[in-house]
T-cell receptor, first 111, second 113 residues
Framework: QQPVQSPQAVILREGEDAVINCSSSKALYSVHWYRQKHGEAPVFLMILLKGGEQKGHDKISASFNEKKQQSSLYLTASQLSYSGTYFCGTLLTGGGNKLTFGTGTQLKVEL | DTGVSQDPRHKITKRGQNVTFRCDPISEHNRLYWYRQTLGQGPEFLTYFQNEAQLEKSRLLSDRFSAERPKGSFSTLEIQRTEQGDSAMYLC???????????FGPGTRLTVT
């Protein structure tokens, strides 16, 4: 089942902060975050595993609430280059290696 | 790291023809994935390999689709008797042995006329 992201879209001024949420109805093993610009492939940002391990870019932070099956991506001091569509991807506990991508959040950063 | 590469980048074919796409993963990555993406949607999982073994395949994948990874290095995705509904971006990704984060290639855009 596809995870649900919120908001669907957000517009920021450069330097502002944003939070993107990802919610699943099933028990998660890990949450992955990607950014995709128009016409390009998704780019890996962060992975958060059940149990607390995580790996990602230094300027990106995220959280994973294992009890609520929710994850949030925190974008601080946004830059024009942050614009794009953000997807979370989820792996289910005991669900093999099928990464299911969320509904997507379109982020636009303006001057 | 040279990244994941895919070939061709664009393919236009007529309905009913067969097409084959190639993916070269990052060299030390033992896991390889194929996805399909249509406009406005997130990538949709098609299949997954660990080394040369195909371990998962989406139930959405019809019998016209087949994938191989013969020596655990590059992979090919073949679509037989293409249909207009097959028009999409086909993405390949690979992941390292530990965290399993996935790195995507640039994709092959397929247009079936």
């Amino acid at each position: 089942q596809q995870p649900v992201q919120s908001p669907q879209a957000v517009i920021l001024r450069e330097g502002e902060d944003a939070v993107i949420n990802c919610s699943s109805s099933k028990a998660l093993y890990s949450v992955h975050w990607y950014r995709q610009k128009h016409g390009e492939a998704p780019v890996f940002l962060m992975i958060l595993l059940k149990g607390g391990e995580q790996k990602g870019h230094d300027k990106i932070s995220a959280s994973f609430n294992e009890k609520k099956q929710q994850s949030s991506l925190y974008l601080t001091a946004s830059q024009l280059s942050y614009s794009g569509t953000y997807f979370c991807g989820t792996l289910l506990t005991g669900g093999g290696n099928k990464l299911t991508f969320g509904t997507g959040t379109q982020l636009k950063v303006e001057l | 790291d040279t990244g994941v590469s895919q070939d061709p980048r664009h393919k236009i074919t007529k309905r009913g023809q067969n097409v084959t796409f190639r993916c070269d993963p990052i060299s030390e990555h033992n896991r390889l994935y194929w996805y399909r993406q249509t406009l406005g949607q997130g990538p949709e999982f098609l299949t997954y390999f660990q080394n040369e073994a195909q371990l998962e395949k989406s139930r959405l994948l019809s019998d016209r689709f087949s994938a191989e990874r013969p020596k655990g290095s590059f992979s090919t995705l073949e679509i037989q008797r293409t249909e207009q509904g097959d028009s999409a971006m086909y993405l390949c990704a690979s992941s390292p042995p530990r965290f399993y984060e996935q790195y995507f290639g640039p994709g092959t855009r397929l247009t079936v006329t």
